[in-house]
């Protein structure tokens, strides 16, 4: 809740002429109403019955042609979809509302004229092709007071005075017509609509309209209404409520209220009281908790349909004294609800993406965003008495009595923070919707009486009255004290003392250049001044609604051509419009980064997005930000802000060496604490060495030393070719600093990657180096940056492929990641890798060994051994003891034998999926001791111990016994004697005197006697055993059995 005035912003007032020309339309009879649309303008005689249609956009506005109407024209509007006339008339002290379709028919001289009541159609030429102009007599039940016309829909409303009529357009001679879709549905309107305003030897189509829904709002006295998109306003003299109104398949239950507010008055009988109702805005929800009740009246079509009502904005307004405006005369007038599309959207056949609601008092006028949350979006306040005003997507035009300014608005900055998503970001930026709006050069005329719009065409009627010199003189002297003016253009010496003028406004392109000529004399001036940046974020306002405008209706204009040829000349226009545009618009871009380089810390970063938008290389943006020779050292916060955000991210523009260099002058003098990031930019490549490491060296003297300083000093170094001073740098602190360093500033050892984990990255120079002489200390530190999240693993991964070192420092940093790394996806990815890695290398070690061919000594041997990954690593498990005797140390190959113990290691180990790794051992043999232990340490993770004993029988007998002491325990230790002992048995039965049966079956037996019974002893010796063999174990069981 606030007044008028508490929330009104600040007018600024340039010198600008929104207005290039204008042109008398020669009427006969002095106009009494006026409306426009469609490209024609509609003069109804004051006190007469006939409407005249003027073209506005031929030059001289020739009559298009003329008609008679049923009564006396109070009130009349034109409907752009269905492109049709209505008007309330009088006639013998009856008020009528009627709909005037086809009208352009009557300029072929057609003097057949249809009349029909709502929903009757005429027989005959009508039904079969609408030759002729008809009016539909639409009755009412009670006086209609205002009309309004939807321009999305082309829906007519009805105000009486306490009742609000929907009538929803309808197309019989369409094929849905029988079929009702529910309103508010934007698909119905007319594609056709738009064509019938081009020529009138169209085909016109046959409209009707059919009552929707009736609205009851007993304590409102309507006395305007308006329809926009299924948003409903309505205004009293000093109130005005918006509402949306939804439709709904569903029917209601007769418990649902269609009451939506149902407060008593508790004042309402004290008529002898004179109440003067407090100021009131509710926003929204808010809304609702007004004390204006509506309910909606059952129709009898409710089985089509039914509606619901939401509040959406409420505004009570309290009667003050104004200067030139008494108490009585303060009233709200020019009531519009006003549809914007943004660039995605075809105008006409979507909901609009903003819908906005304008409303004046006198001395105020008010601006509502409603979709996305209602919003008052600027406050405008008038020196003088207006009389009416009319909203467009660029400027606001208001009328005085002697005089027609006009406003900027702030629709444009609503509907590009709809349009683009990246608006508000560091990638895009655009003035913010409450940024205070500006009056431009007012144009001086005589007697004002209305005012209409019709794209770039302003329609005024004037009419002289009686006013004496000294108060036309006073007058004139009041408007010069706030008012930049022009003055008066030649009118018409005609006596009748009444004109009807159109004033066209220049195009958004004249008036941004002379919004950037102006803004030239602040620039001069104070380029800081407030005043240059509201005037350049004006103008970008200005460019963005022309450019919604480009967007709608150039595609429109070049559907309606015919021919190939105009078509072709159409299309060639519309994009030389776009470029000229565009081009524009990043020279505005341009001069607002230009204003926010020097901003304020409040306002400083909004420099990047518009210095991004002008599409300005860094060298330009440089050149235009070099400090006067005032302040020879002094930068801008916000080109400061633009140049670290453009170095710190990844991008393929270079810098040459001059600019680099200037560059690094430029954080020298301004933020040393940034240079050494500064110089870690890819686009820095092209430094001095020599030049910077001066500066360095001046940085480490007065801020003493630093282990991300000493780093890049040593870059330095690489770069010179100097590597005594390169190694003595490296050399000043341990490897654990040079890491933390590495994390501290990650683009010393890698380039790009700053769009996400697929990201192109390339190694730097001194990770070239590294990979050569230090590799151990890349490799940490590739670690320490995947740890802290400042790599990836497959850009790590990328790196050292570059490096050619993929077989070598790529698996070390898979091995090294493996133990400092916690996350399970990334374990096991590595594990997966290292054991395919393993595999690969013990299937070409062997195919080499076997080849006969020399064997080439391999570049250097691992980071990490088997035995230092054992003792380093969980995820790397002790050998099992019975893998030492199935395969012997140096029997193979030292690469061989390293392979071998790794990835029997990951199989004993905690870690492993023997899923996930039994489809890489099928490519090893099972023929040699190695490929043989590798499968039977899978069969025996997955618990094939009886196979497993089977097999190691079969193969390597002597490896039998460590094998069962280590995997048959616990709750396997059955297996001793259920599959161990019979095994033995009949194996050493079969071999006669083989020593290492005979020597794995005593083992066994020793082990048997520990575990069993005398009497399941006696059972496990088989029938034909020797007596004396297994006496003495039997001996052992017992003497056991007895102590126990």
Known sequence: MSSPRSRANMVHVYNCHPYASQQIVQVEQEPGLVCCGGGALFVVASGGCKVE?????????????????????????????????VTIEEKNSATYLRAYTNWRYQAEGKARVGVRLLGHLLRGASVRGGVQMEIIEIPLSERPVAVACCSVTGDLLVGCEKTLVLFTLRRPNQQNLQSQSPWPNTQQSSSQSQGQTSSSNQNVSILDFERSVIVHLPKMSLKQVALCGGYVAVQAELE????????????????????????????????????????????????????????????????????????VLFR?????????????????????????????????????????????????????????????????????????????????????????????????????????????????????????????????????????????????????????????????????????????????????????????????????????????????????AQSLRHLLSEAHLLLCASSLQQSSEGDHTVSLQKDTEGQTEGQTQTQTDRQELQEALRQNCAQLGDCYSRASQKDCHQALPYYRMSGLSVTEVIVRNRPLPSSPHSYGLGFLFYLKHFLLEETEQTLSQESADEVVDIFSQSDPSEIISVCASPSMTNISPARTLRVFQHLEATAGVSVPLTITMATMMLRLDDLPQFTQLMDRHPEMLLVYGFIDEPRLLLHGGGGGPHALVRPTSLTRQLAKSQPGLLVAGMVALHENNKAQLEQADHIFKELGCENCLLVDFWEATLMASSQEAVIQELLFRLASVYIERLTHTNSDAHSGLPRTRPPRRPLKSADDLINSSSHYGSLYPWLTVLCPAHTTSFQHQEALHKLQSLLCGPSMSIGSVLPLLERLSEDTLWGFSLHLLCATRRGQFDSSIEKLLDRCPQAIIAFANHHLQDRHMALWWKKLLPELCNRTRAAGDNSILLAALKETLVVVATETSPAQFLELVPDDGTASYFLPHLLTCSQRHLLA
């Open 53 to 85: 249609a003027y073209s506005v956009e031929q030059e001289g506005c020739p009559l298009i042609c003329r008609f008679s109407t049923m009564g006396t024209v109070r009130s009349i509007q034109h409907s752009k979809t269905g492109d049709y006339l």
């Open 316 to 528: 009570r307004f309290t009667p003050e004294f104004f200067q030139g405006c008494s108490v009585e005369e303060t009233q709200l007038h020019s009531l519009q609800l006003y549809p914007l599309y943004t660039k995605s959207q075809l105008a006409s056949t979507e909901e609009p993406a903003c819908v906005f609601c304008f409303f004046s008092l006198p001395n105020a006028g008010y601006l509502y965003s409603l979709k996305g949350g209602v919003e008052l979006l600027s406050a405008y306040q008038y020196p003088e008495k207006v009389l009416e005003a009319v909203l467009t997507d660029t400027l606001l035009h208001v009328i005085t009595k002697n005089a027609l300014q006009c406003f900027t608005v702030r629709c444009a900055a609503v509907a590009a923070r709809i349009d683009d998503p990246y608006i508000d970001t560091t990638m895009k930026a655009c003035p913010p919707c409450s940024l205070e709006v500006c009056a431009l050069r007012m144009q001086l005329f005589i007697g004002l009486r209305s005012v209409c719009v019709y794209g770039r065409h302003v329609i005024l009627l004037s009419a002289a009255d009686m006013e004496t010199p000294d108060e036309s003189e006073r007058s004139t002297q009041r408007r010069s004290r706030k008012w930049t003016i022009s003055s008066p253009k030649e009118t018409s010496a005609a006596a009748h003392g009444w004109n009807l003028y159109v004033v066209d406004t220049v195009s958004p392109l004249v008036l941004y250049r002379e919004m950037v000529e102006y803004s030239r004399h602040y620039s001069e001036t104070n380029p800081q």
């Open 240 to 311: 005005v409520l918006v509402l949306k109104l939804e439709a709904s398949s569903e029917p209601q239950t007769p418990d649902d209220s269609s009451d939506t507010n149902t407060c008593d008055d508790p004042l309402e009988d004290q008529s002898d009281l004179l109440l003067i109702p407090r100021q009131l805005e509710l926003l929204g929800d808010r809304a609702k908790d007004c004390d204006i009740p509506v309910s909606i009246e059952k129709t009898g079509l409710e089985d089509k349909g039914q509606y619901t009502l939401s509040y």
